[in-house]
């Protein structure tokens, strides 16, 4: 832990170096700042109240690369099946951290769809206007983040603007040799009264561990839409911390889907600021995991205006040894009267050695609201399964309808039919079973 | 076809079959009717496969073949079906899908390939226009929000596709009003042949009206205390089942 806190202290004087006449830039001063942050903090640990449930240490302990340099080239035909093939895309490929224009397919026509890095030197007014703004400024690990903050998504939907097709943002990683540590910083403003689809994955191509520290601001702005599914299915060598913040003016609509069936290590913190009424924000998750995988899901849904409403739903179904935690706050102020809030987690285990540690938190100093929460932890239901077996269903195949079953209503607000049909498919292969239906 | 010995069955501990003969031949229909907690449904479902249920002493053969080690699935790919007296709703499964995947898994174990869809969707279309059910129906979750008795018509439309060997219709009566009833049997009775066999479990004679039974069996206290033809229905409709009570406590 000191190790990569040694390591990352001195990548960073590296990093300011480096930047020759960028580093006097208000973004580099937010990024100092962070660091400071970080320098303090420390990363989190079991001490503290976030992180009760989740050990960061294993994913620490190892000597990750910190920067990293395009030697891989990936083809095209090799990655396909990361993306929704069978259809139309703008593309934002990442590989080991550096913007793959080979891969990507971007856009400055009605709307920008390009990189990060681009934009700070294109027009570094529109990033210092939202840089940091939206993430949590305490919280060490976004800080790190922050820090580091070069490279990654930018798009920028302009008033009015619909985005005619979903977005994809992919970061693979390809070392061979060396672990290594990406962090990838994304910004996303939806204007006024403007829509964007948007599906961002991580996927490491190599057996070495991987820790990606991803952190996203989005901006909502008043009436825009937005829809952002993130689909957390790397492979069991790859860690992903994931903080991801946003802002929600008056009658925004946002819709945010976390699918988590991969991954070593998952940890999403999720936070939904509203700052104008009228606003609809709807988080669902699904999660499905099994030996020796962990997510970790904190979510906060902060209410500070009245006439807003939040609809929250996480499925999670955990085999083997995994364990799974979900925190979700609801925060609803004083004055954020006619809130609607509501929060469901429910939960199966299909072993005696998976855990779930599950709390939902909802503080309500308002008294004109309509809020709930629930949360369940159960096992798979016997009769339900003995019925599909009198019907001539197998145990395994009835065992993962079931599941399915269970799960499914978590892809409720997938609008993406092609991102819907690859999750079904992820589903059922996680589940182990080849369904002959479109489930 | 269906051949019970001397079966002796319970659950944690508190035996509920004490001794079951039965015997079902292809073609015909037996009722076992009994009053309350005398073990219908237990005995339908262990015939299925149930496997909370422990059995202790007993033989069970299914033409020809012992079948108490065989799994649910088993005897259902072998033509056993049983119509739950309560359906479980599973939501986010639709009725096609959920059939869809009973035929092909029961094909598939018998060594078939799977049904075209074509066919599939006709026969769907055949089985449910006698049972005068609705097309919108097949697009439903799996019993999710369904009456009651659209789930025990839901039951005779899964068994009319699955066309199995012997049914076991658990109370499939109640919760149907009259029309519903009238129609579910009627259906029953176009998918009887010679083939084929069927056991009513029933509380009640109405039922036995639509579907007229070849034998039927009184259930009590985990035994079957009198067997008769369709007459001993009606006389228990008649009379209830005290008298039975007590001509089995005399015995």
Request: aromatic share 8%.
């Given at each position: 832990?000191?190790?990569?806190?040694?390591?990352?202290?001195?990548?960073?004087?590296?990093?300011?170096?480096?930047?020759?006449?960028?580093?006097?830039?208000?973004?580099?001063?937010?990024?100092?700042?962070?660091?400071?942050?970080?320098?303090?903090?420390?990363?989190?640990?079991?001490?503290?109240?976030?992180?009760?449930?989740?050990?960061?240490?294993?994913?620490?302990?190892?000597?990750?690369?910190?920067?990293q340099r395009s030697e891989n080239v990936i083809d095209f035909k090799d990655v396909k099946k990361f993306f929704?093939?069978?259809?139309?895309?703008?593309?934002?490929?990442?590989?080991?951290?550096?913007?793959?224009?080979?891969?990507?397919?971007?856009?400055?026509?009605?709307?920008?769809?390009?990189?990060?890095?681009?934009?700070?030197?294109?027009?570094?007014?529109?990033?210092?206007?939202?840089?940091?703004?939206?993430?949590?400024?305490?919280?060490?690990?976004?800080?790190?983040?922050?820090?580091?903050?070069?490279?990654?998504?930018?798009?920028?939907?302009?008033?009015?603007?619909?985005?005619?097709?979903p977005v994809e943002i992919i970061f693979f990683t390809t070392r061979q040799d060396k672990e290594v540590m990406?962090?990838?910083?994304?910004?996303?403003?939806?204007?006024?009264?403007?829509?964007?689809?948007?599906?961002?994955?991580?996927?490491?191509?190599?057996?070495?561990?991987?820790?990606?520290?991803?952190?996203?601001?989005?901006?909502?702005?008043?009436?825009?839409?937005?829809?952002?599914?993130?689909?957390?299915?790397?492979?069991?060598?790859?860690?992903?911390?994931?903080?991801?913040?946003?802002?929600?003016?008056?009658?925004?609509?946002?819709?945010?889907?976390?699918?988590?069936?991969?991954?070593?290590?998952?940890?999403?913190?999720?936070?939904?600021?509203?700052?104008?009424?009228?606003?609809?924000?709807?988080?669902?998750?699904?999660?499905?995991?099994?030996?020796?995988?962990?997510?970790?899901?904190?979510?906060?849904?902060?209410?500070?205006?009245?006439?807003?409403?939040?609809?929250?739903?996480?499925?999670?179904?955990?085999?083997?040894?995994?364990?799974?935690?979900?925190?979700?706050?609801?925060?609803?102020?004083?004055?954020?009267?006619?809130?609607?809030?509501?929060?469901?987690?429910?939960?199966?285990?299909?072993?005696?050695?998976?855990?779930?540690?599950?709390?939902?938190?909802?503080?309500?100093?308002?008294?004109?609201?309509?809020?709930?929460?629930?949360?369940?932890?159960?096992?798979?239901?016997?009769?339900?399964?003995?019925?599909?077996?009198?019907?001539?269903?197998?145990?395994?195949?009835?065992?993962?309808?079931?599941?399915?079953?269970?799960?499914?209503?978590?892809?409720?607000?997938?609008?993406?039919?092609?991102?819907?049909?690859?999750?079904?498919?992820?589903?059922?292969?996680?589940?182990?079973?080849?369904?002959?239906?479109?489930? | 076809?269906?051949?019970?010995?001397?079966?002796?069955?319970?659950?944690?501990?508190?035996?509920?079959?004490?001794?079951?003969?039965?015997?079902?031949?292809?073609?015909?229909?037996?009722?076992?009717?009994?009053?309350?907690?005398?073990?219908?449904?237990?005995?339908?479902?262990?015939?299925?496969?149930?496997?909370?249920?422990?059995?202790?002493?007993?033989?069970?053969?299914?033409?020809?073949?012992?079948?108490?080690?065989?799994?649910?699935?088993?005897?259902?790919?072998?033509?056993?079906?049983?119509?739950?007296?309560?359906?479980?709703?599973?939501?986010?499964?639709?009725?096609?899908?959920?059939?869809?995947?009973?035929?092909?898994?029961?094909?598939?174990?018998?060594?078939?390939?799977?049904?075209?869809?074509?066919?599939?969707?006709?026969?769907?279309?055949?089985?449910?226009?006698?049972?005068?059910?609705?097309?919108?129906?097949?697009?439903?979750?799996?019993?999710?929000?369904?009456?009651?008795?659209?789930?025990?018509?839901?039951?005779?439309?899964?068994?009319?596709?699955?066309?199995?060997?012997?049914?076991?219709?658990?109370?499939?009566?109640?919760?149907?009003?009259?029309?519903?009833?009238?129609?579910?049997?009627?259906?029953?009775?176009?998918?009887?042949?010679?083939?084929?066999?069927?056991?009513?479990?029933?509380?009640?004679?109405?039922?036995?009206?639509?579907?007229?039974?070849?034998?039927?069996?009184?259930?009590?206290?985990?035994?079957?205390?009198?067997?008769?033809?369709?007459?001993?229905?009606?006389?228990?409709?008649?009379?209830?089942?005290?008298?039975?009570?007590?001509?089995?406590?005399?015995?």
């Amino acid at each position: 832990m000191d190790q990569l806190k040694d390591k990352l202290e001195s990548s960073f004087i590296i990093f300011e170096n480096e930047l020759n006449g960028q580093a006097k830039t208000p973004i580099h001063k937010v990024r100092q700042k962070a660091f400071k942050t970080f320098e303090e903090k420390g990363f989190p640990t079991k001490r503290d109240e976030e992180w009760k449930y989740t050990n960061l240490k294993p994913i620490l302990k190892h000597d990750y690369r910190i920067f990293q340099r395009s030697e891989n080239v990936i083809d095209f035909k090799d990655v396909k099946k990361f993306f929704l093939s069978d259809m139309d895309t703008y593309k934002l490929v990442f590989v080991d951290g550096i913007f793959s224009s080979w891969l990507s397919e971007t856009t400055h026509d009605r709307f920008d769809i390009c990189t990060f890095n681009s934009m700070m030197s294109k027009a570094p007014e529109v990033v210092e206007e939202y840089f940091n703004k939206a993430l949590p400024s305490e919280e060490s690990l976004a800080a790190i983040n922050t820090a580091f903050a070069r490279e990654g998504a930018f798009i920028r939907v302009k008033k009015g603007q619909t985005v005619d097709k979903p977005v994809e943002i992919i970061f693979f990683t390809t070392r061979q040799d060396k672990e290594v540590m990406i962090q990838p910083r994304n910004l996303i403003i939806v204007e006024e009264n403007a829509e964007v689809q948007i599906v961002e994955r991580h996927q490491s191509l190599s057996e070495f561990p991987v820790l990606t520290n991803s952190a996203t601001e989005i901006f909502a702005q008043k009436s825009s839409r937005l829809f952002y599914y993130k689909v957390q299915n790397d492979n069991l060598d790859a860690s992903l911390i994931d903080t991801t913040s946003v802002v929600q003016q008056e009658r925004s609509n946002v819709s945010i889907g976390t699918f988590s069936f991969g991954n070593k290590f998952v940890r999403n913190n999720l936070d939904i600021f509203l700052k104008g009424e009228h606003t609809e924000t709807h988080l669902d998750g699904i999660t499905i995991i099994g030996d020796g995988q962990l997510v970790d899901h904190h979510t906060l849904v902060d209410h500070k205006i009245p006439n807003c409403s939040s609809n929250e739903l996480y499925k999670g179904i955990y085999d083997g040894s995994a364990h799974g935690v979900f925190n979700g706050k609801v925060m609803v102020h004083p004055h954020a009267q006619k809130t609607n809030a509501f929060q469901e987690n429910n939960n199966i285990l299909l072993t005696d050695k998976a855990s779930i540690d599950t709390k939902p938190q909802l503080e309500i100093y308002a008294d004109d609201v309509q809020c709930s929460h629930g949360c369940t932890i159960g096992q798979l239901d016997e009769e339900a399964l003995f019925y599909l077996q009198s019907r001539g269903i197998p145990e395994k195949e009835g065992t993962a309808l079931l599941l399915y079953a269970f799960a499914n209503d978590g892809l409720r607000n997938v609008k993406i039919q092609e991102l819907r049909k690859k999750l079904n498919k992820q589903i059922a292969q996680k589940l182990g079973v080849n369904l002959d239906f479109e489930l | 076809m269906l051949k019970i010995n001397n079966l002796h069955a319970g659950i944690d501990g508190t035996e509920i079959l004490k001794g079951i003969n039965l015997e079902v031949k292809a073609g015909e229909v037996h009722a076992i009717m009994g009053p309350n907690g005398s073990g219908k449904s237990t005995l339908s479902a262990i015939i299925a496969g149930r496997e909370e249920y422990e059995v202790s002493q007993g033989r069970m053969d299914f033409e020809g073949e012992d079948i108490m080690d065989l799994a649910p699935e088993e005897r259902a790919h072998k033509g056993i079906f049983l119509s739950f007296q309560y359906p479980i709703e599973i939501p986010g499964v639709t009725v096609t899908n959920f059939l869809k995947t009973a035929i092909n898994e029961t094909r598939k174990a018998q060594g078939m390939d799977p049904m075209p869809a074509n066919e599939m969707l006709k026969k769907m279309r055949d089985k449910m226009s006698l049972l005068e059910m609705d097309k919108g129906f097949l697009s439903r979750s799996l019993n999710d929000g369904f009456s009651g008795g659209e789930k025990k018509r839901n039951e005779i439309f899964q068994m009319a596709m699955l066309e199995p060997k012997l049914a076991i219709l658990d109370e499939t009566d109640s919760g149907l009003d009259i029309d519903a009833l009238r129609v579910v049997a009627n259906g029953v009775n176009k998918l009887r042949n010679k083939d084929n066999a069927v056991i009513l479990i029933t509380h009640y004679q109405r039922l036995l009206d639509y579907i007229v039974p070849d034998v039927v069996h009184v259930l009590h206290k985990g035994k079957i205390v009198k067997s008769g033809d369709k007459n001993l229905a009606l006389k228990l409709e008649e009379k209830g089942y005290d008298w039975l009570k007590e001509e089995a406590s005399t015995l």
